[in-house]
């Protein structure tokens, strides 16, 4: 079963007989009579927690995925033994552990058998590196899907795959490829309409099989470590995505300018180079919020230092750049050059906190700067150090984010482009080799990145991105999908890779919009963009080498259509924002695949190309050349088209005609979507009126909008606000009502309201049961209603 060929096949072992169990609180242990111990932890009624020990005792219980705030407590647990196994109840499923064999099945407490033990927990004894190669596999049945697992570039439905967990830097990626740059060892079940997932916690290169090898079995194991995993029980896949993201954190808001548009290229320099681009995007009018310094700002790429010659006065600069509204993100690497005039170089030497190699001497590998040795980021006094190096940059020049690239770690010129296995690692205590800590490393540096930009930002808000990611990596950083293409291929594979994302937990991800190695057409550039503005994260990135990929390289066309989704996606912002207040406070995704929208429906299981931003705006992007329109799957509901609000119902495949300048969007019946005017920059503008475009629905459909001072940490303390809105559709009446929560005063105080698709002419309108003259032309085009924000119930009324 093992790939690697440094593993050399032993033979595998199975626990034997259950001889004896304990009971404490939350836990039962099950001891075999050959030194296995299965723990078993209810979390939650819906969480479970697996753990096995080959050795008759457990070692130090530390994981860098579990957020230590997670949710913990259930509502009902009882343990019993019945004839041929134990039993585990809780409010939600029903765990049966064998005696004789200690395989385990899972019941939901209507009997359906969710999940269930083919060979169930064995291994492999690995005398080389010590320890085990721990195994497990499930039974699987016909017709069940899988989803999850971060990025990997490949279909949506991960059924008869196999997959390979090892964070590596893999330039220029092709469909299909493994093993990518980031490890998120999470997946999730699908059969019978019921969903669960596994969490596989374990960072040393693992792999997924998904009936790949045999066409009933599901399995997963890791070249060492524990075979340590939790079961979710659903049965919708949202309470699967909700838990696990609620398992392994949530991140903060993040500035709402970090959802602008940012502008990125390798590299920008000198700063007339910069301020040329800055230029031209407020004289073209297309809104960008963020511009990016790669790694030749610095000075021989040493981190933390400017190339003088190119960028004479960060500091100045940065102002100036602020002053038109663009904030200025840098990179950042691990690789410190070893160069004995170097502080930090000098720094990290003589407190020790280079990683070393197993008989001591420091690790050495090539990188930009040439030789480097790299911070051991496991380690907490590092990470505190890493932190506080940013206190220039962030205080001083004004930069306002972080980018953190190559941190899988990648080094130059080595066969397996990382770092070699016997390298030692702090492991926050737990200290082992890379083979153990290779997985995590660039989490932990995001992580002290992280602390660093967030303690020097105060009172404002950090801004970090990555490359290389565990789970869990969210609770601190954004992250991109590494080195793509520019090929029609890439742009599939990008539009997968970041749904698949989020409901991996790691929601805020977006491709380099246009491709970053090669060049993309004018056309295949337009249909990126009009992809990548209904991503969390939209940045245009692309290598410089390959010619230029600011939206002024293309044609006049091509540039009208980037202002016209760019612009889009600013109008869009309190959607956007409040998409991610529902991730942040409740572990929602962002985007949501159409299978994860409606799982009932099995028409979703195989799509890929489809999808939900936020929760009431379908997108499908256009994904080949001179495409006039495209089939696509509307899901079950009442849709409207966008571009020209003509009623669609759902549940079939369409036809969808679409322009150059458009792609198939549709907006759900029922909705209000909240809509600022297009700004250049986030906060270029104050204006008095939130535009609403309701869409007409018969029924009801309810829709929310939060917002906040867009930076700061004031609405921690309250100070948001959070409109829901009811709207009740019938034949001859549409309603509206808005409930308010939250001490934040939006600086507007009018809404700006659009009717679309009412099947009446209006006869009348109440606000909260006062008649209203109104404008007779309320439904034609570019009219609408004004509102003061404080009302409650609208009313309009049909002839
Ligand atoms: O070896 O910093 O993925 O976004 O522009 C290449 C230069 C290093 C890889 C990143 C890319 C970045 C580039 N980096």
């Not at 009018?285 to 790429?301: E, H, N, R, T």
Request: hydrophobic share 35%.
């Amino acid at each position: 079963m093992i790939t690697n060929t440094e593993l050399e096949y032993k033979g595998d072992l199975y626990p034997t007989k259950i001889v004896a169990f304990e009971y404490e609180v939350d836990s039962v242990c099950f001891h075999t009579d050959n030194d296995v111990i299965l723990k078993v932890t209810v979390l939650r009624d819906s969480l479970i927690r697996f753990r096995f020990t080959t050795k008759g005792y457990f070692s130090n219980d530390f994981s860098y995925a579990i957020d230590k705030s997670h949710s913990h407590e259930y509502n009902f647990l009882e343990v019993s033994e019945v004839e041929d196994y134990y039993q585990i109840k809780t409010n939600k499923v029903l765990c049966r552990i064998q005696k004789i064999d200690m395989r385990l099945s899972i019941f939901d407490l209507k009997d359906t058998l969710i999940l269930e033990d083919e060979l169930g927990f064995h291994w492999e004894e690995s005398y080389e590196f010590g320890g085990n190669i721990v195994k497990m596999s499930k039974s699987s049945k016909d017709g069940e899907c899988f989803y999850g697992l971060g990025d990997k570039a490949t279909q949506l439905n991960l059924k008869g795959k196999r997959l390979e967990n090892f964070a590596t830097d893999q330039y220029a990626f092709q469909k299909d490829q493994e093993p990518l740059y980031k490890v998120v060892p999470f997946y999730i079940g699908l059969h019978n309409k019921k969903a669960y997932g596994i969490f596989f916690d374990n960072t040393f290169r693992t792999y997924f099989d998904f009936c790949n090898e045999r066409r009933n079995v599901a399995s997963y194991w890791a070249e060492g470590g524990e075979m340590n995993y939790y079961f979710i029980y659903g049965p919708q896949m949202q309470d699967v995505v909700t838990t696990f993201t609620d398992l392994t954190g949530k991140p903060e808001l993040p500035p709402l300018w970090a959802l602008g548009y940012h502008q990125c290229k390798w590299s920008y320099y000198p700063e007339s180079n910069l301020k040329e681009v800055a230029a031209k995007f407020r004289e073209l009018k297309i809104p960008c919020d963020a511009l990016y310094l790669d790694i030749d700002y610095m000075d021989g790429f040493r981190c933390f230092t400017w190339n003088k010659e190119y960028f004479p006065d960060p500091k100045r600069m940065v102002a100036e750049l602020a002053e038109d509204g663009f904030k200025t993100v840098v990179i950042i690497d691990p690789g410190i050059k070893i160069d004995k005039e170097y502080s930090i170089y000098k720094e990290a030497l003589k407190n020790d906190y280079f990683c070393k190699r197993a008989d001591g001497p420091y690790m050495k590998g090539k990188v930009w700067p040439g030789e480097c040795n790299f911070p051991d980021y496991t380690n907490p006094v590092v990470r505190e150090w890493w932190a506080g190096l940013f206190k220039e940059l962030i205080s001083v020049i004004g930069v306002k984010g972080v980018w953190n690239d190559m941190n899988e770690p990648a080094v130059m010129e080595v066969p397996n482009k990382t770092f070699p296995m016997d390298v030692r690692h702090d492991y926050d205590g737990n200290p082992c080799s890379h083979r153990k800590a290779h997985n995590i490393y660039g989490t932990q540096m995001a992580r002290a990145t992280y602390h660093g930009v967030k303690r020097f930002a105060y009172p404002k808000r950090p801004f970090v991105i990555t490359r290389s990611a565990y789970a869990g990596a969210q609770r601190y950083t954004s992250s991109w999908t590494g080195d793509n293409v520019a090929t029609w291929e890439h742009l599939w594979i990008a539009n997968i890779q970041v749904q698949r994302m989020s409901i991996s937990g790691m929601g805020f991800t977006g491709s380099d919009i246009g491709g970053f190695a090669e060049q993309p057409s004018g056309e295949l550039y337009a249909r990126w963009i009009q992809l990548g503005v209904f991503h969390p994260f939209c940045r245009t990135h692309s290598s410089g080498n390959h010619g230029d990929q600011e939206p002024w390289a293309f044609d006049e066309e091509v540039i009208e259509i980037t202002r016209k989704f760019v612009s889009l996606r600013y109008q869009l912002l309190p959607y956007l924002y409040t998409m991610f207040w529902q991730y942040i406070e409740e572990g929602i995704p962002m985007l949501k695949p159409l299978v994860y929208y409606d799982q009932e429906d099995t028409q979703t299981h195989y799509r890929n190309d489809e999808f939900i931003f936020g929760n009431q705006i379908l997108v499908c992007p256009i994904l080949e050349p001179n495409s006039l329109g495209r089939r696509m799957y509307v899901p079950r509901g009442q849709w409207y088209n966008y571009w020209i609000n003509e009623k669609v119902k759902g549940g079939k495949e369409i036809w969808v005609d679409t322009k150059f300048d458009e792609i198939p969007l549709f907006v759900k019946a029922g909705a209000v979507i909240p809509k600022y005017p297009i700004q250049q920059y986030v906060g270029e503008l104050e204006f008095d009126e939130l535009t609403l475009d309701i869409y007409y629905k018969k029924g009801k459909e309810k829709s929310v909008v939060y917002e906040d001072a867009q930076d700061g940490y004031d609405y921690k303390k309250g100070k948001y606000s959070f409109l829901s809105f009811q709207t009740i559709g019938k034949e001859k009446e549409l309603i509206v009502q808005l409930h308010k929560e939250g001490k934040y005063d939006t600086n507007y105080s009018k809404y700006k309201i659009n009717l679309i698709g009412l099947p009446f002419n209006v006869k009348e309108i109440e606000i909260d049961n006062k008649k209203v003259i109104f404008d007779k032309n309320i439904f034609e085009n570019e009219s609408y209603l004004i509102v003061d924000k404080e009302f409650t119930e609208l009313c309009i009324i049909g002839l």
